[in-house]
């Protein structure tokens, strides 16, 4: 089966009456977990970008409390995952923003992780990687906003 792209099935929805389109977004919610969790965005949480954020970090803060501190390779295991929930929860919503305020929570609350993260080299590594993409993320951003993330990026440096 060849898959075609974006814009062929865009034109082909265009033809499409509307009980086939709801048709085909129920068949679509119920094949993965991403794509029912993309719907529920759209439908339920796009319009308030602030309650998705904080819903989000409840989510994280979950996460980060479950994590096995017993060794530095459960605790790296762990927070990959967490980085790479963000990175889905991310993508839900298009606004760079949006990315940039859960990737300084994240980054916040590896700081406060007991065992510091900064004594190991990895997980050093992955904190350093992810302020250089706070960095280039916030600079694409509006002056205003550019001036207060930055403010958070040195509030975590220190």
Known sequence: ???????TIKKELKHLPKEDLLELCLRL???KKENKALLTY???ESHDEDGYIASVKSTLDELFEG???????????????????????????LKKTTEV???LYFCDRLNELRPSI?????????????????????????EDLQYDYNLQLENLNS
């Open 1 to 7: 089966m060849k898959i075609e792209s974006i814009v």
């Open 42 to 44: 759209l439908l339920f």
């Open 101 to 103: 305020e859960l990737l």
């Open 29 to 31: 919610g119920k094949f």
């Open 118 to 142: 900064h004594r190991n080299r990895t997980l050093s590594n992955l904190y350093e990687r992810q302020i250089i993409s706070l960095k280039k993320k916030i600079s694409v951003l509006h």
């Open 67 to 93: 994590i096995n501190t017993d060794s530095y390779f459960y605790m790296k295991k762990t927070i990959r995952k967490i980085l790479r929930q963000i990175r889905v929860y991310s993508r839900y919503s």
